[in-house]
């Protein structure tokens, strides 16, 4: 009866242990299998994506009638603000002109950086008319040189203009942070 028993439980080991086996191969190829589709559509979206973008971008160009363009004409396309302290919120006006013959029409603005966050005006500037781009830049854990850009995309030939921005950081000094106040 004992060998019976013993022989009965052996054979419940193994068949419970080829069963487990079996389980972990099939998810290990169900996983292996899943991430074979979930890549390489990721990889596929992202480089159609980036061509959306380029063809955007060329189709945008192409649409421009040289004659008609909008124009900008800036005061000044780059601004120093000197020597600041480490945590400055530095603030900045470029102001320009549509000197084009058509409305100007700017569709994205983009900093650098994080640091440097641009505003700009949504709606169409008319031949003639002044608009402004601010900017700031938050000099927080950036010391030293600075030198950042804002890329301006809009309705003009070349349809990208850079203004740029630049400050010397100064670091805060530690002592002054440290000292208790009473």
């Known amino acids: 009866m004992n ?7 052996a054979l419940s080991i193994l068949a419970l242990g080829a069963c ?9 190829e169900q996983s292996a299998s899943n991430n074979e589709t979930t890549e390489q559509p990721a ?15 060329q189709q945008q160009q192409q649409q421009v009638d040289p004659e008609n363009a909008g124009k900008f004409s800036f005061k000044e396309e780059s601004h120093n ?29 983009q900093g650098s950086c994080g ?3 641009p505003e700009w005006p949504r709606e169409p500037i008319a031949p003639g008319e002044t608009g402004k781009i601010h900017v700031e830049f938050n000099s927080t854990n950036r010391t030293g040189n600075q030198t950042k850009q804002v890329t301006l995309t809009a309705n003009t030939i070349p349809n990208k203009k850079i203004l ?6 100064n670091p805060k000094d530690k002592n002054q942070e440290e000292a ?3």
């Open 43 to 57: 990889i596929t979206n992202q480089q159609m994506l980036n061509e959306q973008v380029n063809n955007n971008q």
């Open 180 to 182: 208790p106040q009473g």
């Open 81 to 109: 603000f000197g020597t600041i302290e480490e945590g400055t919120i530095a603030k900045h006006d470029f102001e320009f002109t549509n000197t084009g013959e058509a409305p100007l029409v700017i569709t994205n603005a």
């Open 164 to 169: 740029r921005i630049s400050a010397q950081v």
């Open 20 to 28: 487990n086996n079996a389980a972990s191969k099939i998810k290990s």
């Open 115 to 117: 640091c440097t966050v």
């Open 3 to 9: 060998r019976v028993f013993i022989a009965a439980s």
